[in-house]
């Protein structure tokens, strides 16, 4: 069963722009990762952030997470034509390291 | 460091015919998981292994599906028989339970189209 749910389900944005992906879980976590997947590359992890922790960056990434409305979001700030891609957030439970993805948010970057 | 090896990179089968897929994890780590993503959706969890023993299978089609690890290293999914609506991508991930990071890291997956 699919455990987020992400908004919006496509953006468009002109490079340079900042693109903001929404998450929405729905039972406790132990930590929410997001992941980039396009045709290229395939499926490949961006950030972690555990249950404890409020905000996290990673270079042009920023990840914010509030388990009181258990929900979650990423930030890319400064878009690049190969930031087009579809992004999932996966929540991990209290029992273990098993991954549940959303449905993803397709990303268009255009040049 | 060599990712996760997968293949074959496309399947094209009939209806009711059998297919299986290969994984070759990343050296070293214990856990490998199993995933398919219809197209559209993001993955779901199939069957995770801890080294050579299934730790969660809850989601497999076990009518259908069927998968190994036996000596903790590279696996194999197996389908027989195959439905239309297993067409989707299977993608095979592994990770370091101890490194105490819990990123997965995941191979190019393998396209099964069935007609």
């Known amino acids: 069963s699919q455990q987020g749910e992400e908004d919006p389900q496509a953006l468009s944005i002109q490079e340079g722009e900042n693109a903001t992906m929404n998450c929405s879980y729905k039972?406790?976590?132990?930590?929410l990762q997001w992941y980039r997947q396009n045709s290229g590359r395939g499926l490949v992890h961006l950030i972690l952030?555990?249950?404890?922790?409020r905000e996290k960056h990673s270079g042009r990434l920023r990840v914010t997470l509030d388990t009181s409305k258990k929900s979650s979001s990423l930030l890319i700030t400064a878009s690049r034509a190969a930031d087009t891609a579809s992004y999932f957030c996966a929540t991990v439970g209290n029992q273990g390291g098993k991954l549940i993805f959303g449905q993803g948010t397709e990303l268009s970057v255009k040049p | 460091e060599a990712g996760v090896a997968q293949s074959p990179r496309y399947k094209i089968i009939e209806k009711r015919q059998s297919v299986a897929f290969w994984c070759n994890p990343i050296s070293g780590h214990a856990t490998l998981y199993w995933y398919q993503q219809i197209l559209g959706q993001g993955p779901k969890l199939l069957i995770q292994?801890?080294?050579?023993?299934?730790?969660?299978d809850s989601q497999l089609p076990k009518d259908r599906f069927s998968a190994e690890r036996l000596k903790g290293v590279d696996s194999t999914l197996k389908i027989q028989p195959a439905k239309l609506e297993d067409s989707a991508v299977y993608l095979c991930?592994?990770?370091?339970?101890?490194?105490?990071?819990?990123?997965?890291?995941f191979g190019p997956g393998t396209r099964l189209t069935v007609t």
């Open positions: 039972t406790s976590i132990n930590n």
């Open positions: 292994f801890q080294n050579n023993g299934v730790v969660d």
């Open positions: 991930a592994s990770r370091d339970p101890g490194t105490g990071k819990g990123e997965q890291y």
């Open positions: 952030i555990r249950s404890n922790e």
